[in-house]
DNA sequence: TTCTATAGTGAGTAATCACTTACAAATTTA
DNA sequence: TAAATTTGTAAGTGATTACTCACTATAGAA
């Protein structure tokens, strides 16, 4: 990967997370990333290409921010950790996450296979402890971390600590 | 409004939902609710003033949604209402809300705002329920609700009933 | 050094974009 | 009925879109 291909897929990478995919030309990803437009396409074939990129790139943030709960064995443990997820996301990968969830509304693409392994984990913590419902209950969780990350994400959450501590305490079980 | 007015407002609502609104022309628009392409800028002067003219036709939809919580007095039935109030979406509601929630990515504007009556109304319900953290459990009920109202609105929830039944099971408090 | 492959450019391309304008048809008002 | 207003259309407008093409610069291998 030259300098000038990441600078590319920095540049894509900020605006379509604050404008939008369709809302961004080519054109200002060249101008930002400092390249002729015609190296876009050089590399990434289309303008379908250098989104494809971005997402590839990312997916082992995805995989990486899982790996704490996957290597859990404890129920309650791993139940607490899945709910204050959210709050493990680092700064600088804010914007990447931004455009995970605008792309969920933008295109029509539903990655909710990609919580399939959180959700069968979830499931079977839930069994272990011995809950009436594992199924509803691992939903549940799931259901309320979409509304936490949108939060978070979108930077709605005032009392950020605040809240991280009350879902502590919520969810010690 | 005449027809032809009403032709254009549903099939932008249709289309803004369904692609998105920046992925739409006007010139789909038109040809969709079956006008000129000019007779979209003669009523709505712009792309923007249709989006608008739909957002605003919508509005009353919110309040009439949020009509069944705020003539509730009694602090569990708030909550319980509120929790459950995105399965009160009718089916012809869904593509508005589908646009409602894109929006809120696409474009930048938040509508937190738009559910501070309904904050206050829980904070109070808590409060008169000697809660510790009114405020924080009104927030923790409204990131749930974010979650539930994607899932209902994507329709990624599978077992619709089932999940309600629980929920109300749930928060009988 | 020369050959080859890749990286990079800048000026194009047709198509599409939101929007305008000149004009006609229909409807309302006087 | 006649005038005035509103509703509607078809054919444009310049700007912008994603993408192509002919070409040059660079770097490593033979």
Redesign the interface.
Known sequence: MTKKQENIINAALQLFAQE?Y??TSTNKVAKLAGVSEGLIFRHFTNKEGLLKAIIEEGERKVLTLFETIFKETEPKKIIQKTITLPFLIPNEELEFWKLQ??LK??LNH?N?NKLKPLQEKLIHSFKTLNYQ?PE?EA??V???????S??II?G??T?RT??QD??IY?YQL
Request: no cysteine.
């Open positions: 939008g369709t809302a969830f605008k509304w933008e539903n909710s419902n509803l939903a549940y799931l259901t309320f971390l979409e509304g936490l949108t939060a979108k709605t959450l009392n605040e809240f009350f879902l919520k």
